[in-house]
Nanobody, 121 residues
Framework: QVHLVESGGGLVQAGGSLRLSCAASGPIFSINVMGWYRQAPGKQRELVATISTISTNYADSVKGRFTISRDNAKNTVYLQMNSLKPEDTAVYYC????????????????WGQGTQVTVSS
């Protein structure tokens, strides 16, 4: 079983920065897409950013403020969040498409348990 463990959430003032980390462990051959999603109270979970082996993708609301990166050797994805706003307050979830075996290829999708980010005004 693959596990994703997030860290780095917390309370920060508007304009501040946080860096989230998500480490994947378990039977991993490789990881395709890794990403961050968030869910604010009373709202649906939404995409924040994703990163594949060749490209990144960001929600319009975080472009220019957040940066996603990954360390393939550590099976870890990061989210650097700058210029945080109160509307960024949410539980942030890590997501990954994990290849556990190459042939026949098996790809499963996993979620982390979430980490709370609170931005005060």
């Amino acid at each position: 079983q693959v596990h994703l463990v997030e860290s780095g959430g917390g309370l920060v003032q508007a304009g501040g920065s946080l860096r989230l980390s998500c480490a994947a462990s378990g039977p991993i051959f490789s990881i395709n897409v890794m990403g961050w999603y968030r869910q604010a109270p009373g709202k649906q979970r939404e995409l924040v950013a994703t990163i594949s082996t060749i490209s990144t993708n960001y929600a319009d609301s975080v472009k220019g403020r957040f940066t996603i990166s990954r360390d393939n050797a550590k099976n870890t994805v990061y989210l650097q969040m700058n210029s945080l706003k109160p509307e960024d307050t949410a539980v942030y979830y890590c997501n990954a498409d994990v290849i556990s075996q190459p042939m026949p290829t098996r790809v499963d999708n996993y979620w982390g348990q979430g980490t709370q980010v609170t931005v005060s005004s």
